[in-house]
């Protein structure tokens, strides 16, 4: 796990500001930044109804051998594509606007579940 976060921390950096360089060949860099500004604000105005205290809530579940319900994960996952989209640059911005989509939201809540489900050495079919 540590691997592949540090690979992560590495690679998408790196992969953010060749993609930023690319763009300038397109567009000013007055728009970048803007662009940049834009997804920063809107980040923070989806953030604001969450908090962090989601990832309590769900590691508290966990260690108890629940599975912490939809809503919940929902929350979380809009708490992460709020996230995304206040980190500079456009992988992770589409990222984020990605888990706005109802349907990219549900799909990624049921892998959620099947993984902790995995994790916590259960079936799928006993939630």
Do not use: H
Not at 47 to 73: D, H, K, Y
Request: proline share 5%; net charge neutral; hydrophobic share 55%.
């Amino acid at each position: 796990m540590w691997l592949v976060l540090s690979l992560l921390l590495l690679v998408v950096p790196i992969l953010e500001i060749w993609l930023l360089m690319q763009l300038t060949f397109v567009m000013p860099l007055n728009t970048i930044f803007f662009q940049c500004l834009v997804t920063l604000a809107a980040g923070v105005w989806f953030m604001r109804g969450e908090n962090f205290s989601l990832w309590t809530l769900i590691e508290s579940e966990l260690r108890n051998q629940r599975l912490p319900a939809e809503e919940v994960l929902a929350d979380f996952l809009l708490w992460g594509g709020g996230v995304l989209l206040i980190i500079p640059g456009l992988l992770t911005d589409a990222i984020g606007l990605l888990i706005f989509i109802p349907a990219v939201r549900q799909e990624s809540i049921q892998w959620l579940r099947r993984r902790m489900l995995k994790t916590m050495g259960r079936s799928p079919l006993e939630y």
